[in-house]
């Protein structure tokens, strides 16, 4: 485990609006006020045809294959997330949602393409003083918080 301490700046209320992209979204808010690095909460609907990664096909193999759903009509949806930048500045978001329909549920990474279905609300906590990075790391190609 590494750990480093950060503190609390804005807090931006988000009403995303129904076709918005979760994601694009979030980070077009960080873009535009200059937040680099946050916690993200966010609850609403997701839309028919929104693709989420739900995990690795061999979670041990050499070259991770991501497995993807696309949900099927349209689905409850809450989840929590962090904003961090890459390696070239730009802020990333990164969250995990649950989707459920009916008695079926699936949760996953929304970065594939969550489209917002009529109403979504996100609560960006904004974090300061900290410098905590997403690098590329090169065992498993995935962007991991170095800090």
Known sequence: MKYSAAG????FVIRLEDGDVVHESVEELARREGVLRA??????????????????ADGRAAVVEPMERVLRGVHEMAGVGTLFPDEQGQAVLHLHAAFGRDDRATAGCIRRGVTTWVIGEVVVIELTGSDAVRRVDPVTGFELLEL
């Open 39 to 56: 916690a993200v909460i966010v609850l609403g609907g997701a839309d028919d045809g929104s693709r989420v990664v739900v995990g690795p």
């Open 8 to 11: 609390l700046g804005r807090v």
